[in-house]
């Protein structure tokens, strides 16, 4: 039979764990104790020390202190999974997963901001229902961490906020750098990386499904920026909403992916997303694929985005999309270059030449102005 084990910021009781009554004031503790099967559930309050995952002991956080199941927990918005009324906030505090584990381990309803080391999840680890912000990473000791936020490494992110997140260190993803992992429901807004790669995530092999990507921005001070919202290198991006992201390069430097790039264009696939309103952008030119730079483009609408050139798409495979009212400064406002099957590319305009599409094969399109 499983065991519970309780904490609260300042414990209670004689602090064995043993209920609310008795709550620990030490989480790590309470997981060191445990066992695979076991649970922890941590009351709602500010925690200055974080913990590490134990393989098979799931935990659970933001209680307000006397529930007696999971689902009583109370939160401000059903629509947002991670928004509880009584949070447990890790301030300035770590929360890793050293190894991949055996069997699922869930860490749910946790916030986790203002560190200065990103969250790592690895196999079998999933982060749910929490929320990661204003955390900040860089170079430390010829270490090298891997996303502002979270390194996900094999495990899973699933209905999670993650918001604010700065990653100034040699690796990209200011908010996310997924490795070969599941990022699925999830709110990446606001990131910046100044690494050049990557803005709110890196996704490396991996899946992004079902997430809003939003407001984020890709950076460097002496390479080209590549993808605002995500740098995709041979994973999948699926049902994602894909907006007012931006890429920006220095002088000399162009910047490509407003939205999304894809640096492996045979094995990168975008699908069934909505990519609007992105930007390529620098002091002299303004860059490459507003929207989406290279890949497998399917049943995606591109709309709004602008570039230099290919402000929808540039050099993509793109088949049966909406390519409505993009922008280049230069050439094609809809489409540079790639090939184009079963879509429509409508409304969009080039300040030089070409306002659909720039070149490339087209098959079965639909242009009207």
């Not at 039979?1 to 709550?23: C, H, L, Q």
């Not at 899946?207 to 919202?229: F, M, T």
């Not at 399917?298 to 409505?324: E, R, V």
């Not at 305009?349 to 079965?364: E, K, L, M, P």
Request: proline share 1%; net charge neutral.
């Amino acid at each position: 039979m499983s065991t519970i084990r309780y904490v609260k910021v300042e414990g209670s009781g004689i602090k064995d764990g043993s209920s609310w009554a008795d709550a620990s004031d030490n989480i790590q503790k309470m997981i060191d104790k445990s066992e695979t099967g076991d649970q922890v559930w941590i009351a709602f309050g500010t925690y200055s020390t974080g913990f590490q995952m134990k393989d098979g002991v799931n935990v659970y956080g933001s209680f307000f202190g006397n529930e007696n199941s999971i689902s009583a927990r109370s939160t401000g918005n059903s629509f947002l999974h991670w928004d509880f009324k009584t949070p447990t906030v890790l301030n300035g505090a770590f929360l890793f997963q050293y190894n991949g584990f055996t069997v699922e381990t869930v860490c749910d309803g946790i916030v986790i901001t203002n560190s200065a080391w990103s969250v790592e999840i690895k196999k079998n680890g999933k982060l749910v229902n929490c929320i990661v912000s204003g955390s900040k990473t860089e170079l430390i000791n010829g270490i090298n961490p891997c996303g502002g936020g979270i390194f996900n490494a094999g495990g899973a992110i699933v209905n999670c906020k993650i918001t604010g997140n700065t990653n100034n260190a040699v690796s990209g993803g200011g908010g996310i750098y997924n490795y070969e992992g599941i990022v699925r429901n999830c709110t990446i807004s606001g990131n910046k990386t100044n690494t050049g790669k990557g803005g709110g995530i890196y996704n490396y092999r991996g899946s992004v499904i079902n997430c809003v990507i939003n407001k984020n921005i890709v950076s460097c001070s002496s390479s080209a920026a590549c993808g605002g919202g995500i740098y995709n290198d041979g994973g999948s991006v699926i049902g994602c909403i894909v907006i007012k992201n931006t890429a920006v390069s220095p002088v000399g430097y162009s910047s490509s992916g407003g939205g999304i790039y894809c640096s492996d264009s045979s094995n990168s696939l975008v699908r069934d997303c909505a990519v609007r309103n992105n930007k390529t952008m620098n002091e002299v030119q303004s860059g490459n694929g507003g929207g989406i730079f290279r890949g497998k483009v399917t049943h995606c609408i591109l709309t709004g985005n602008s570039s230099g050139s290919g402000g929808g798409l540039f050099q993509c495979i793109a088949d049966n999309c909406l390519i409505l009212n993009n922008n280049a400064a230069i050439y094609g406002g809809g489409v540079f270059e790639g090939t184009t099957v079963n879509s429509t590319v409508a409304g969009n305009t080039a300040n030089y030449s070409d306002g659909g599409i720039y070149n490339g094969t087209n098959v079965n399109c639909i242009f009207t102005t």
